[in-house]
T-cell receptor
Framework: KQEVTQIPAALSVPEGENLVLNCSFT??????LQWFRQDPGKGLTSLLL?????REQTSGRLNASLDKSSGRSTLYIAASQPGDSATYLC???????????FGTGTRLKVLA | GAVVSQHPSWVICKSGTSVKIECRSL??????MFWYRQFPKQSLMLMAT?????????EQGVEKDKFLINHASLTLSTLTVTSAHPEDSSFYIC????????????FGNGTRLTVT
């Protein structure tokens, strides 16, 4: 059974810092991996999608990497801003079923 | 871009009543939609996969008779919580994939259900 863990569970940093969020998974048979942002009481906003054949994706200040062999993905946020404060979720699409399994989430707070 | 609309955004109902939540793909056809449930400060748990024109596939532990899913068209899936109880209070979110299986998921804004 696929298990997806995100570390840390919560993170508080001063504005301007570069930071890394981690996502670990136990089954490398994935189709793709997607990073999402969720604001309190809201739905999900897709940030980056990495196909299983890719190593990384970049969008603005965000960079996501994927290492299937080690079962890890990281989301790098450069020059963090208070507006980045949210919960960040990674989700994996299983190769066989294409179902998305979500990680446990990281609650990020960027202090002004 | 692709947009998934979910309605209502919040609902309060009395115990024993049924509540229907709609999920629409506004600018694309979705043969498959997914329904998730999220408890406070927890991650999303997949409840069921909704397939247009056929029965939904439920995850283990999800009562199919309690959470009725109907995917009658390529742009609409509905989740009905039947005989709701306070423990059904949660945040329900639907999602749809636009295009091939390797395309990203798009999510609705969720429905906050409170059962009193």
């Amino acid at each position: 059974k696929q298990e997806v863990t995100q570390i840390p569970a919560a993170l508080s940093v001063p504005e301007g810092e570069n930071l890394v969020l981690n996502c670990s998974f136990t089954d490398s048979a994935i189709y793709n991996l997607q990073w999402f942002r969720q604001d309190p009481g809201k739905g999900l906003t897709s940030l980056l999608l990495i196909q299983s054949s890719q190593r990384e994706q970049t969008s603005g200040r965000l960079n996501a990497s994927l290492d299937k062999s080690s079962g890890r993905s990281t989301l790098y946020i450069a020059a963090s801003q208070p507006g980045d404060s949210a919960t960040y979720l990674c989700a994996l699409s299983h190769s066989g079923t294409y179902k998305y399994i979500f990680g446990t989430g990281t609650r990020l707070k960027v202090l002004a | 871009g692709a947009v998934v609309s979910q309605h209502p955004s919040w609902v309060i109902c009395k115990s024993g009543t049924s509540v229907k939540i709609e999920c629409r793909s506004l600018d694309f056809q979705a043969t498959t939609m997914f329904w998730y449930r999220q408890f406070p400060k927890q991650s999303l748990m997949l409840m069921a996969t909704s397939n247009e024109g056929s029965k939904a596939t439920y995850e283990q532990g999800v009562e199919k008779d309690k959470f009725l899913i109907n995917h009658a068209s390529l742009t609409l899936s509905t989740l009905t919580v039947t005989s709701a109880h306070p423990e059904d209070s949660s945040f329900y979110i639907c999602s749809a994939r636009r295009g091939a299986v390797n395309s990203p998921l798009h999510f609705g804004n969720g429905t906050r259900l409170t059962v009193t």
